[in-house]
């Protein structure tokens, strides 16, 4: 399984409600959270659509708002 990223920032609390529904999910161990505040690209490219879920290796990206059933989909998708 690839790895993902989770982009976000402190004190985002729909960032907080992605990150419990990664954590309950199938790549609970194959996530890092990246805070966009860290980098000046991250923020620029992210700074109003975060939380966004993004596949390393096919570069593809999930977007909030997503539920459950939809981050499985883009997991089943993006392995």
Avoid: N
């Avoid at 402190?10 to 419990?20: F, I, N, S, T, Y």
């Avoid at 490219?45 to 593809?60: A, F, K, T």
Wanted: some cysteine.
């Amino acid at each position: 399984m690839s790895g993902y990223y989770l982009f976000s920032t402190a004190g985002c609390h729909l960032c907080e409600q992605a990150e419990r529904l990664l954590e309950q999910s199938a790549i609970a161990d194959a996530y890092q959270k990246k805070d966009i505040a860290d980098t000046p690209e991250w923020l620029e490219r992210y700074g109003i659509r975060i939380p966004v879920l993004y596949h390393l290796s096919s570069g593809q990206e999930l977007s909030w708002p997503f539920d459950e059933s939809t981050l499985q989909r883009f997991i089943a998708e993006h392995p």
